[in-house]
């Protein structure tokens, strides 16, 4: 029977709300001490009261490392994703640059009169500015235009087979259709192309 009501105060003590019961036990002890003045409730009162204490501190601690733990682990995935986001657009800058000194290489000494031709391409209408798609048409009623035409045809086929290599160079890609052909430029391609057009400069930018 004892061993019955010690496993039931024992289970009762290791529970979350413990705390609730020293704390009574406590309280309880201190007002024996009040009304008795016994020297041995006053020395238990004491010792509950102690382990009060202690169990709060040993939660504050436990709360706070577990807070600093937390806010360490965020703050180590942060720098992670960061240095993730840096690394990430170091070496798209460095894609980039290796895919501007390609092209470059392919254009920087091309006829001159093949850039002119084709810088023209620009004044054509945009089908999708973002994605430098330019419309060109096959044919046109005016001479002039008809021949500018003709004239960008013929540069779009030079750069098409700029590098003597068996395939094509990829600065401009070609989708015929009935009247006319859509022409994609490649971005850093298209770049040299504007910058040619406002300065009458061919240089690498």
């Given at each position: 029977m004892n061993k019955?009501?010690?496993?039931?105060?024992?289970?009762?003590i290791t529970e979350n709300d413990r705390?609730?019961?020293?704390?009574?036990?406590?309280?309880?002890?201190?007002?024996?001490?009040?009304?008795f003045h016994n020297e041995w409730v006053l020395i238990t009162a004491i010792i509950a009261t102690s382990f009060v204490i202690l169990s709060f501190v040993r939660t504050v601690y436990s709360y706070i490392k577990t807070s600093i733990s937390k806010y360490r682990a965020k703050r180590h995935i942060k720098k992670k994703i960061l240095l993730d986001e840096q690394t990430e657009k170091?070496?798209?800058?460095?894609?980039?640059?290796?895919?501007?000194?390609?092209v470059w290489k392919l254009v920087a000494?091309?006829?001159?009169?093949?850039?002119?031709?084709?810088?023209?391409?620009?004044?054509?209408?945009?089908?999708?500015?973002?994605?430098?798609?330019?419309?060109?048409?096959?044919?046109?009623?005016?001479?002039?235009?008809?021949?500018?035409?003709?004239?960008?045809?013929?540069?779009?086929?030079?750069f098409h087979s700029i590098c003597n290599n068996g395939t094509r160079s990829g600065l401009l890609k070609e989708e015929r259709l009935r009247d006319g052909a859509y022409?994609?430029?490649?971005?850093?391609?298209?770049?040299?192309?504007?910058?040619y057009t406002k300065t009458k400069k061919w240089e690498k930018l």
């Amino acid at each position: 029977m004892n061993k019955t009501i010690l496993e039931f105060i024992s289970k009762f003590i290791t529970e979350n709300d413990r705390w609730i019961l020293w704390i009574s036990i406590s309280i309880g002890l201190w007002i024996g001490y009040i009304f008795f003045h016994n020297e041995w409730v006053l020395i238990t009162a004491i010792i509950a009261t102690s382990f009060v204490i202690l169990s709060f501190v040993r939660t504050v601690y436990s709360y706070i490392k577990t807070s600093i733990s937390k806010y360490r682990a965020k703050r180590h995935i942060k720098k992670k994703i960061l240095l993730d986001e840096q690394t990430e657009k170091e070496n798209e800058h460095k894609r980039r640059k290796e895919r501007e000194d390609i092209v470059w290489k392919l254009v920087a000494y091309a006829n001159h009169s093949q850039i002119v031709h084709l810088s023209k391409i620009l004044d054509c209408d945009v089908f999708d500015e973002g994605k430098h798609i330019y419309f060109l048409p096959f044919y046109s009623e005016n001479y002039d235009k008809s021949h500018s035409f003709s004239e960008i045809r013929g540069a779009v086929g030079y750069f098409h087979s700029i590098c003597n290599n068996g395939t094509r160079s990829g600065l401009l890609k070609e989708e015929r259709l009935r009247d006319g052909a859509y022409i994609t430029i490649e971005p850093y391609f298209y770049q040299l192309l504007k910058h040619y057009t406002k300065t009458k400069k061919w240089e690498k930018l």
